[in-house]
């Protein structure tokens, strides 16, 4: 885990697969483990910070397997900073203290498998790691980065017998490495271990988002780390940070089976979490998608923390085959949002209404934002309770600063579901593009250079909805225009009519409100044309293709 001081260091369906693997890596082509649904577990560090031992973790484990978390499919225990203290013999292999470590780390990872669940490792991509820099609960250790000893150390983990290993970016980062090269070389080095032991491991890359991992990572590990620490050690957590974390691993481009966006570790049951708080962070974790590995002490949780991180329709829409991750399709009012999350099967959907505001409201859940005809029945999650079935939507009040988990069911609309890539104009060969990554509410859509940047990502939801930035921004007709020459710019999102698009099978993207087709200004091909919206005709300017 990161130390940073105060800063601690996510035909329709088959495309959506095929695009998500094909643009980083096939499957066979990735050195290390695959697996098919988010990883599940429990990590020492928000308990232990670097103060662990075999003790420790056996505690947890047996506690695992008491608790029915085993059972409801936390499976990794993962043994985080402070295991080692960058000791090594004269051939430069890992040595760790046998007093904390009786019998060394095949001890352990033996202990781990007898009980039925999976073991995990920590180490840093540089010289130095997290320990080094940030001490927290042992002195600082200098050597406790991998950087150097890359094939060494693989091949010790996957002799001991681990089965995931997360790589910290401390050392990395002070020694300014680039992390896509760097990561590629732990990633190799992975696949030679796996090539002489047989033994694959799921690499989990955590470089906070520092160098856009959601671009790289899904073609050299299982998930990456989006965003900074979620807690600093010592503080409670708060839900301005999940909310962050949440915001922060929005890239549902770069989600899908055996690739996860990973906003980090669980802070559901530590102390100064109210059980609201902890039904609020899963179900957003949820909705994303998201890596679930618990970060309490599970041997001295209460039941409420019990209850809800084994609650398992909580876990099906979490570990639900698609891997997508949930999108905002709704924002009536500022700080009320839908998020929507496509489900297996037709017509499912798990939605999230999530209230920031200050005081307790009505969200209004559209069903053709879901994608959805306008009938579908309506189940609350955490209160296990349908709610019946509804005509056009539902609305629920939910209270300030907490959210509303629900499943929907109905029927798939035509056409609908969401579908993520770039743009591309077929007669310019250019991208759909915000100019200079801006996100400046107004700032017009144009041509340029396809590049896969984050400026060129566009998420297609259920709601008819094309959104950028992980959601944050949708493209959108100037003003509500309805008259030719009427500007496309992006625009916080709001669910209102001119944010609304029809992406056709002729190739043609037509507003929803103004019945205008997306256009590029006068036929233009070269870098900076802006786009508009202009009557619908038969020209090449106006037919897109979304890959």
Known sequence: ????????????????????????????????????????????????????????????????????????????????????????????????????????????????????LKAGIYTDAGRDGCGYYFPTGRPAAPGTGSEGHYDQDFL???????????????GGDHERLDARSTYQAISDSIGRATART??????????????????????????????????????????????????????????????????DMLVVGLPGFTPAQNRTHLSLWAVSGAPLVAGNDIATMNADTRAVLTNREVIAIDQDPLSRQGVKVAEDQAGRQVYSKVLAGNGRRAVVALNRTDTAGPVTIRFADLGLADT??????????????????????VPAHEAVLLTVAGTDEPGTGTRVGRIVGKQSNRCLDIDNSSTTNGTQAQLWDCNGQDNQRWTYTAGKQLTIYGGTKCLDAMNAGTTPGT??????????????????????IRGVQSGLCVDANQAGTAN???IILWSCGTGDNQLWSLL
């Open 156 to 170: 010790q983990f996957s002799q001991w017998g681990f089965d995931i290993v997360k790589v910290d970016w401390c």
């Open 487 to 508: 500007p496309v710019v992006i625009w916080d999102c709001n669910g209102q009519g001119n944010q609304q698009w029809n992406v056709n099978s002729d190739g043609t």
């Open 528 to 530: 900076g044309t802006k």
């Open 376 to 397: 579908a029945a309506v189940r609350d999650v955490w209160g296990a309770t349908d709610r019946g079935s509804m005509t056009t939507s539902y609305t629920v009040t």
């Open 198 to 263: 047989g033994r694959p491991m799921v690499l989990s890359v955590c470089d906070w988002g520092r160098q856009s991992p959601w671009n790289w990572a899904p073609g050299m590990s299982t998930m990456w780390r989006d965003t900074d620490d979620l807690i600093i050690w010592g503080q409670a957590p708060s839900m301005d940070h999940v909310l962050a974390n949440f915001d922060g691993s929005m890239h549902p481009e770069a989600q899908g089976p055996g690739h996860y966006n990973d906003p």
């Open 1 to 116: 885990m990161a130390r940073r001081g105060g800063i601690r260091g996510a035909a329709i369906l088959a495309a959506v697969s095929t695009l998500l693997l094909g643009q980083a890596a096939t499957a066979a082509e990735t050195p290390t483990a695959v697996v098919a649904a988010p990883p599940m577990g429990w990590a020492s560090w928000n308990s232990y910070a670097a103060a662990i031992n075999a003790a420790a973790i056996k505690t947890q484990v047996d506690a695992i397997v008491s608790s029915g978390l085993k059972d409801a499919g936390y499976q990794y225990v993962d043994i985080d900073e402070g295991w080692w203290q960058g000791t090594r013999d004269s051939s430069g292999n890992i040595t760790v203290d046998q007093n904390d470590w009786p019998g060394g780390m095949k001890s352990i990872v033996d202990y781990i498998h007898g009980k039925g």
